[in-house]
């Protein structure tokens, strides 16, 4: 029994490198991140953020918008971070992977805690799962939504985003993927109302997401 599963691991490692190898790398049209609107109802952002090269370099991304919507009227604020990688393939060159980091390896370095962490299914335009934080950095907390939107996936955990590219790379010649991440303050401890503003931006925003991160 146990020399029928080895045969089998082995075969089925033969077709996925012959696959991977053998099939031409798929570069998909899309709309680049210049053209996503500032504006969604009452929601509108003032002034797209530019982050350096040291950031873009780290994080391997080909085209991104990070900006803070702000609802003035409503007092509401939300930040969206959706960066777009155009491949994750290792360069065979410096031997660096282009892969998407997980943000729950970042926020420490930014000096921010997780106390709360959870996988949850969402429904915003687009259906799916995410993963749900709560972040603290001394008196301040927020709330954060993010998952991997990547090829037509909405994924909330590493290792399936990790498997769902190797099969997409043999089968359809593709690694191009997304991070949407959003991050929203909890004011005076009210998460209810992060809640509320996270599914009303969010729900404005999923809708338009496959024009700028392909299905």
């Not at 680049?32 to 929601?43: I, L, N, R, V, Y």
């Not at 930014?110 to 996988?119: A, K, L, T």
């Not at 990790?162 to 991050?183: E, K, P």
Request: proline letters at 5%.
């Amino acid at each position: 029994m146990i020399k029928f599963l080895a045969a089998f691991l082995i075969l089925g490692l033969n077709g996925y490198v012959y696959w991977f190898l053998g099939s031409d790398e798929v570069l998909p049209p899309r709309t680049s991140f210049s053209e996503f609107p500032d504006e969604f109802g009452g929601w509108r952002c003032y002034e797209r953020e530019t982050l350096d090269d040291a950031v873009i370099n780290n994080l391997k991304v080909t085209d991104y918008i990070s900006c803070g919507f702000y609802d003035v009227e409503a007092n509401k604020v939300v930040h969206v971070y959706i960066g777009y990688h155009e491949r994750q393939t290792r360069d065979r060159e410096t031997g660096t992977a282009a892969v998407i980091h997980p943000p729950e390896h970042c926020l420490p370095g930014s000096g921010w805690d997780i106390i709360d962490s959870s996988v949850v299914p969402i429904d915003v335009g687009t259906n799916g799962e995410a993963k749900r934080f709560i972040i603290a950095k001394g008196n301040q907390r927020s709330l954060v939504y993010f998952w991997y939107h990547s090829r037509g996936h909405v994924i909330a955990r590493s290792h399936e985003k990790i498997l769902w590219m190797f099969l997409d790379r043999a089968r359809r010649g593709r690694t191009d993927g997304s991070l949407v991440r959003f991050t929203i303050p909890v004011v005076h401890g009210d998460v209810e109302r992060s809640e509320r503003h996270f599914q009303q931006l969010a729900g404005s925003i999923s809708p338009l997401l496959s024009d700028f991160v392909p299905d």
